[in-house]
């Protein structure tokens, strides 16, 4: 009768963590195996001896490990990879659980991915590496620890691009220094790139504080007053986020500082809806209305 109890109290159990996930009819089925890895090892063998995949999906194909990788849950991934989860699996965006990890910073993450056989030299449906997504966020030991195992540089390909991978190749050029901003320029690649939203490396370079970048967009011919395609200009977004040393750089370089976006707004407007009052006074110096 005691083994009979016990056996019940697994299978109920098992039941709570999978949650009707074996018939993968959940609407995020991988948080099940997820939540089964965060309890241990004998939890996640009995939620998968009750017949879940341990890579099974959600809508974005996403799994278990991917998200596990993104929040930087060591454990967690370490014990998924122990039972087969596929290291190289990739969502509906083309990412991979190495991406994930690398986009935020999880260094310890990473390395363990690579020593599963994660391959760092895979690309999204945008055209990039787990790499270049460290690069992109600036998380400096996680791309330190990506450009020993891949054997890349930081300087772009001298091959022209476009569209968002030219615009981000131009961001992390900017980012590597002038000759490598140089070198990718000189093949044929635009410094006033855009993605779809038309959005250019010196906006996206404004709008996370980045001065170093700006400054050498700058010198390279970047557009100051260039728009995407809600209207917003490089002063707006950097305005907008209180980088005032930035606001101070374009308005020199010839910031329109009286510009409108689609809305109407300014980049005074902005400043002044999030409270960034240095910022809204150094626009109003500049002749700001």
């Known amino acids: 009768m005691t083994n009979?109890?016990?056996?019940?109290?697994?299978?109920?159990?098992?039941?709570?963590?999978?949650?009707?996930?074996?018939?993968?009819?959940?609407?995020?089925?991988?948080?099940?195996?997820?939540?089964?890895?965060?309890?241990?090892?004998?939890?996640?063998?009995?939620?998968?001896?009750?017949?879940?995949?341990?890579?099974?999906?959600?809508?974005?194909?996403?799994?278990?490990?991917?998200?596990?990788?993104?929040?930087?849950?060591?454990?967690?991934?370490q014990l998924l990879i122990k039972y087969g989860a596929q290291v190289d699996r990739k969502d509906e965006d083309g990412k991979t659980a190495l991406m994930y990890a690398a986009d935020e910073g999880r260094t310890p993450v990473v390395q363990a991915l690579l020593a599963a056989g994660a391959d760092a030299s895979a690309k999204d449906k945008d055209g990039e590496t787990a790499l270049m997504m460290a690069e992109d966020e600036r998380h400096a030991d996680t791309v330190a620890v990506l450009r020993n195992v891949s054997k890349a540089a930081p300087a772009a390909t001298p091959a022209a691009l476009s569209g968002k991978e030219g615009m981000k190749a131009v961001l992390r050029a900017a980012n590597a220094g002038e000759s490598a901003l140089q070198q990718l320029l000189a093949g044929g690649t635009s410094v006033d790139c855009a993605d779809r939203d038309g959005e250019t490396a010196l906006m996206e370079a404004a709008d996370k504080g980045n001065l170093i970048a700006v400054q050498l967009l700058l010198k390279s011919g970047a557009q100051v007053n260039r728009r995407d395609h809600e209207g917003k200009t490089a002063l707006m977004d950097a305005a907008s986020d209180g980088h005032t040393e930035v606001v101070r750089v374009l308005i020199a370089a010839g910031a329109d500082v009286n510009a409108r976006d689609e809305d109407g707004e300014t980049a005074l407007m902005k400043a002044l809806e999030d409270h960034h009052n240095d910022t809204a006074e150094a626009l109003r110096a500049a002749g700001a209305r």
């Open 4 to 77: 009979r109890i016990a056996r019940l109290g697994v299978m109920l159990a098992v039941a709570a963590l999978v949650g009707g996930v074996a018939y993968a009819d959940g609407p995020e089925p991988h948080k099940a195996v997820l939540r089964a890895a965060n309890l241990g090892e004998e939890q996640l063998k009995q939620v998968l001896a009750s017949g879940v995949v341990v890579d099974v999906t959600d809508d974005d194909g996403e799994t278990a490990l991917m998200e596990a990788a993104d929040r930087g849950n060591l454990p967690a991934v």
